[in-house]
């Protein structure tokens, strides 16, 4: 049974040594996040700071819960699950009708009608979220243990809101997790995207000459802070609370806003109330370390006017941090890919299974295995899944062949190298990019690569066979590469740092990049170099990158292309350039930094080690 508030998931994390406590005093600029992050990464616990420092030096009233599904195993637990895969089970079982024909088949559903009447929300008159009720001049969000997170945010940023809104017309609900960044004690930047559901209310509030009222939620129990991450289709009828409702199997339970007409969940530790004006100057927000692992930069966003918080009598606030991979939106983000694997493979049936590794920070990098019956059909497959919700946002797919975990991300790579031709198998294309990316050839819009790493059929080959019954008896071609032993190379050209090859088929180059179009340079000199014999992927990173390190590698090269512009065949070879792009190059756009922490703040979390009673297995 799913947990019906955070409390109660608190405590059963702690009951499991799944979290930890932390009372010595703790700031919450910067030293929380250096801790929780070094947490996330080893797998470690949740943790509780109950002594948190604030800005000014005061303490706050407000113990902090971070990394509270930092790992799938806690992820499952937070929806009832026994494991992640069981919640595709679930799904697949309210959606397949079959076998529902005559009186007994229609008592078979009685189970997915349960469900069914689960998904509206249900309203309640008392709720402890309004157990406290600050309005006017108590309103201070400054006594808020906000986090600053990263040394160049520009702020403290809330990160883990449930934003709701309705739309002005249809009335239709939204809650989606939108950063905030704190301006003063009443009001914050809202981060509405221009693809977000947020950012459409605005619009048509806009068009109606009104104000769109907005409440955000902190807390909840865990189904509902997952809900409000997931890419739910647009269904009448189906949103964030009515799918939390399916994951606990109960109702949710809302309450009216005190000062806004909007429903809230009634189980929240904190409910920020208020409105966003359309018709008011833009704020510049940002920078913010971002989930990409690359700083966001500053841009406009709308305010937030918070008219009342209102609160349990003793809540938890709860965060998270974002940054480089893995993190826990990793987990987050595999939860919301076994929701919808059913509901995928009911529009492409051939697809077996598909996985958005955390190097690729979800929409960067797609993995999809498919029961593949005819020539082309990754493609088929690809552009199918390019036309699915925020699947749109997809930079690089990749389709394998049915058997290869899609999770195994070395397996993955493989075949790629083996079963993919540079230029035969591969295909750009251009559409919608996430919004938050840096380095596309305009904002949210840029090139896309599929790279078909299927076994291939005749056709797909040049050859003069075909694939149908009794031609060739429908064999597969056989890869016509195999991995070399790693060449040799000891060149001393301007601007290369540091080389690697594994022998596998890939050759990875560290640059430092002191003048335009030296990566371009690079690149045809190392295509046509003897060392590259072996090679059939070439992959330029920056300065910062280990080449040693296959994560490292591929979230670089995956967060700095546009595959349009950065991914060609140079001597059969397919070379990914993940330098920075410079405007003498044509690259209009800023340039963001990767995210790091400060070593001051890394010494002070070292020093202080002892006093966290963490264990040295996580330091």
Same mark, same amino acid.
């Given at each position: ?26 700031? #919450?600029? &910067? ?39 930092? !790992? ?12 992640? $895969? ?9 959606? $397949? ?79 989606? +997790? ?8 009443? %009001? ?23 104000? &769109? ?69 833009? =704020?510049?927000?940002?920078? =913010?370390? $971002?989930?990409?692992?690359?700083? %966001? ?9 918070? !008219? ?11 965060? %998270? ?18 929701? =919808? @694997? ?45 036309? @699915? /919700?925020?699947? +749109? ?24 190298? #083996?079963?993919?031709?540079? /230029? ?62 790693? *060449? ?28 335009? =179009? ?8 190392? #295509? ?74 890394? *010494?002070?979390?070292? *020093? ?5 009673? &963490? ?5």
């Amino acid at each position: 049974m799913p947990f019906p508030d955070l409390p109660s998931f608190v405590r059963s994390l702690e009951e499991r040594g799944e979290l930890l406590r932390i009372d010595v005093p703790v700031s #919450a600029e &910067l030293e929380i996040t250096e801790i929780a992050d070094r947490l996330v990464k080893r797998g470690g616990p949740a943790l509780l700071f109950e002594n948190v420092r604030l800005p000014g030096g005061e303490t706050s009233a407000f113990p902090v819960a971070i990394g509270l599904l930092g !790992t799938r195993q806690r992820v499952a637990l937070s929806l009832g699950l026994p494991d992640l $895969d069981a919640l595709a089970r679930r799904v697949r079982e309210l959606i $397949d009708l079959s076998g529902a024909k005559g009186l007994s088949g229609m008592l078979s559903q009685l189970p997915k009608l349960r469900d069914a009447m689960n998904l509206p929300p249900r309203r309640v008159s008392r709720a402890v979220s309004q157990e406290v009720v600050w309005r006017g001049d108590e309103v201070d969000l400054g006594k808020l243990p906000v986090l600053k997170c990263w040394p160049l945010d520009g702020g403290p940023f809330v990160t883990l809101p449930l934003v709701i809104t309705r739309d002005p017309d249809t009335g239709e609900r939204n809650m989606g +997790m939108y950063r905030m960044q704190i301006i003063d004690k009443t %009001t914050t930047g809202m981060h509405w995207q221009r693809h977000k559901t947020g950012t459409r209310h605005l619009e048509k509030a806009k068009r109606l000459g009104q104000r &769109l009222e907005v409440a955000v939620a902190l807390g909840g129990d865990p189904a509902l802070i997952y809900a409000a991450t997931a890419p739910l289709p647009p269904i009448p009828g189906l949103d964030e609370f009515a799918l939390a409702g399916f994951l606990r199997g109960q109702r949710y339970p809302v309450v009216r806003g005190v000062t806004v007409s909007l429903d809230v969940p009634a189980n929240a530790e904190f409910i920020l109330e208020g409105y966003v004006d359309p018709q008011e100057d833009w =704020f510049m927000e940002g920078p =913010f370390g $971002d989930h990409t692992g690359f700083y %966001t930069l500053p841009d406009l966003y709308p305010r937030f006017h918070v !008219t009342a918080i209102t609160m349990r009598q003793h809540p938890i606030y709860p965060a %998270t941090i974002v940054g480089r991979p893995p993190m826990e939106d990793a987990y987050l983000i595999e939860a919301s890919e076994r929701l =919808f @694997l059913p509901a995928a493979q009911l529009v492409l049936p051939e697809i077996s299974d598909y996985h958005m590794p955390p190097a690729g920070v979800a929409h960067n990098l797609v993995v999809t295995s498919i029961k593949k019956r005819f020539p082309g059909e990754a493609y088929k497959t690809a552009n199918g899944l390019l036309g @699915l /919700g925020q699947m +749109m946002f997809a930079k690089v797919m990749v389709i394998v062949d049915d058997g290869v975990k899609v999770n195994d991300f070395d397996a993955v790579w493989r075949e790629v190298a #083996a079963k993919a031709v540079p /230029g035969r198998d591969t295909l750009t294309t251009r559409g919608p990019i996430d919004a938050l990316d840096h380095s596309s050839r305009g904002w949210s819009y840029g090139g896309k690569l599929i790279i078909d790493a299927t076994s291939k059929l005749p056709e797909e080959t040049g050859s003069g066979l075909g694939s149908r019954e009794g031609q060739n008896d429908g064999q597969t071609a056989q890869p016509d590469w195999a991995p070399a032993p790693a *060449a040799g190379f000891c060149e001393s050209w301007e601007g290369l740092q540091d080389q690697f090859q594994a022998g596998d088929g890939y050759w990875v180059v560290r640059i430092e990049k002191i003048r335009p =179009f030296l990566n371009r340079e690079l690149a045809e000199r190392l #295509a046509g170099h003897p060392a590259a014999s072996g090679v059939r992927h070439l992959l330029l990173v920056d300065e910062l990158t280990d080449v040693r390190d296959r994560q490292d590698v591929w979230w670089t090269i995956l967060n700095n292309i546009d595959p349009e512009r950065d991914v060609h065949v140079i001597n059969e070879k397919l070379v990914w350039d993940g330098t920075r792009k410079l405007p003498e190059e044509g690259f209009v756009r800023p340039w963001p930094p990767k995210i790091s922490m400060s070593p001051e703040v890394k *010494a002070k979390v070292e *020093a202080r080690w002892h006093l966290y009673g &963490l264990p040295e297995r996580w330091r």
